[in-house]
């Protein structure tokens, strides 16, 4: 074990010359850009006073000396837009286009393609409920991206409050609602196959063909009668059509998405480049303070 090893934990690492420098340089390229596009930059606290009973889930925690309080450190950059929204933010009008740069931490590496330290740029429009946000934050996203060089760009679009809606109108058991919604999530189709049999065929298909999303609006449609359902699709695809008619890139649907968006609601959605299989960017509708929102974050 080297000296470094001993003095650095897993997941975080030095960087040196030209990675310190190219990082430097793709921060400033993305930030200009998305400065440039009408974003207004905020840059929030590293740490924050936190009750037990509030723990971020998988971020690191500290005590303070100076007040006897918890800290905990930020692990993702948009939680921290609530707290501005009920102070410093509280009298702007809305909607707010804001955008944002810090390193957020985590004490597990979730999203963090294996690192617990990573950098965030993101770009938050608050205070619209319209399709042509997300139109807005995605190709700000797509355009971030394409400065920093990346090629073979897809999206990949989910519905967040699709499984819930889909569990109720299925009329799935209660006390099983919990075990179905994990193995859909996690697309443990052996756990679905297994343990709800024939019945659930139809889901086992839509989770294992996101590149088909007419084919799989009909197998809902025939399987499931529920105009909740259909209501739910209609989003799919509408959003499909805006980003055929804007965007020059490829388009899937994992319908049901995983078990990584759990603040997203209505729609969320990856973006991936040059064939890796970890996302570049990562965004959605959400609620913010009761407030519709939809954002997009890059991760450097």
Do not use: W
């Amino acid at each position: 074990m080297t000296q470094e090893n001993k003095l650095i934990p897993d997941g975080f690492c030095d960087l040196i010359f030209e990675k310190a420098e190219d990082k430097f340089k793709s921060k400033n390229l993305v930030l200009e850009h998305f400065l440039e596009s009408g974003f207004r930059m905020i840059e929030t606290s590293l740490v924050e006073f936190c009750d037990k009973s509030d723990l971020h889930d998988g971020a690191f925690q500290t005590f303070d000396a100076k007040t006897g309080k918890n800290l905990v450190f930020r692990n993702d950059i948009t939680l921290q837009i609530e707290r501005l929204l009920k102070s410093r933010l509280k009298n702007y009008d809305l909607p707010l286009k804001l955008c944002y740069s810090g390193e957020v931490l985590s004490n597990k590496d979730i999203n963090f393609n294996g690192q617990r330290q990573q950098t965030q740029i993101g770009v938050e429009i608050i205070g619209s409920n319209n399709e042509s946000s997300d139109v807005e934050v995605i190709n700000a996203s797509l355009e971030a991206a394409k400065k920093l060089g990346h090629k073979n760009i897809l999206i990949e679009v989910s519905l967040p409050d699709l499984l819930d809606k889909f569990l109720n109108e299925a009329q799935v058991p209660s006390e099983l609602k919990g075990e179905l919604g994990q193995a859909i999530l996690s697309k443990n189709i052996s756990k679905i196959r297994d343990t709800f049999g024939e019945k659930l065929k139809p889901i086992e298909d839509i989770i294992l063909k996101n590149d088909d999303l007419e084919g799989n609006i009909a197998n809902f449609s025939q399987n499931y009668n529920s105009q909740v359902i259909l209501t739910e699709l209609d989003k799919a695809r509408n959003l499909n059509e805006l980003l055929q008619n804007n965007f020059d890139c490829s388009i899937c649907f994992d319908l049901f998405g995983d078990q990584k968006s759990l603040y997203h609601n209505s729609i969320s959605f990856d973006i991936f480049a040059n064939k890796e299989t970890t996302p570049i960017a990562r965004g959605g509708r959400y609620k913010i303070n009761g407030i519709d929102a939809v954002g997009s974050t890059l991760y450097i």
